[in-house]
């Protein structure tokens, strides 16, 4: 079936370092893949749609300089947050949209906690 | 406003009971409309899909589209412990999806 890898599930990182997520498609090119960020009981918010090949577009209000995207082939998008500060501490989740099929295929997250 | 409205919860049932799960939204360009399912500390899963308005029934799970009213619900039957999640709406107009905030859902043994 179609699956959306996505590593690390969590990490901790110092004060202005930078971190890099991975999400992978399995068994399924993704031409498109997306990035969330979800606060405590609060919904999903994307934070910018990944293209393979091409550059990333990102939603209002998001730092493309901080959040760096990268699509580098038909399974894998990665996302970096540069210069990580404590307000970054956050869920981040990544999704795909399998071919011929509804609705989108989630990652299993990734819990960012800066210290 | 936001486009898409959900009943905020949380929701605690009995073992058993019906449960109904509610979303509204102000965007008359909606098609598509997805109900997620959310374990704590995970990805959203889906668990049900429907394109414009009507029922569809999986299982214990019965979505409902009402177009007109802008409304759509989730009903969960013989609801289980293993129900007990966080359930996510969601709805596009073939672009991109717009989320709802969440129901949490807890089902007592």
């Known amino acids: 079936g179609a699956v959306v890898s996505q590593h690390p599930s969590w990490v901790i990182c110092k004060s202005g370092t930078s971190v890099k997520i991975e999400c992978r498609s399995l068994?399924?090119?993704?031409?498109?893949m997306f990035w969330y960020r979800q606060f405590p009981k609060q919904s999903l918010m994307l934070m910018a749609t990944?293209?393979?090949?091409?550059?990333?577009?990102?939603e209002q209000g998001v730092e493309k300089d901080k959040f760096l995207i990268n699509h580098a082939s038909l399974t894998l998008s990665t996302l970096t947050v540069t210069s990580a500060h404590p307000e970054d501490s956050s869920f981040y989740i990544c999704?795909?949209?399998?071919?011929?099929?509804?609705?989108?295929?989630f990652g299993s997250g990734t819990r960012l906690t800066v210290v | 406003q936001k486009e898409v409205e959900q009943d905020p919860g949380p929701l605690s049932v009995p073992e058993g009971a019906i449960v109904s799960l509610n979303c509204t939204y102000s965007?008359?360009?909606?098609?598509?409309f997805m109900w997620y399912r959310q374990y704590s500390r995970k990805g959203p899963e889906l668990l049900m899909y429907?394109?414009?308005?009507g029922n569809k029934e999986d299982g214990r799970f019965t979505a409902q589209v009402d177009k007109s009213s802008k409304y759509i619900s989730l009903f969960i039957r013989d609801s289980q412990p293993s129900d007990s999640a966080t359930y996510l709406c969601?709805?596009?107009?073939?672009?991109?999806?717009?989320f709802g905030d969440g129901t949490t859902l807890t089902v007592k043994p």
């Open positions: 068994d399924f090119q993704a031409t498109t």
């Open positions: 990944s293209n393979e090949g091409s550059k990333a577009t990102y």
């Open positions: 429907t394109y414009s308005s």
């Open positions: 969601a709805m596009s107009d073939a672009g991109k999806s717009t």
């Open positions: 999704s795909a949209r399998f071919p011929g099929r509804y609705g989108y295929t």
């Open positions: 965007n008359s360009a909606f098609q598509y």
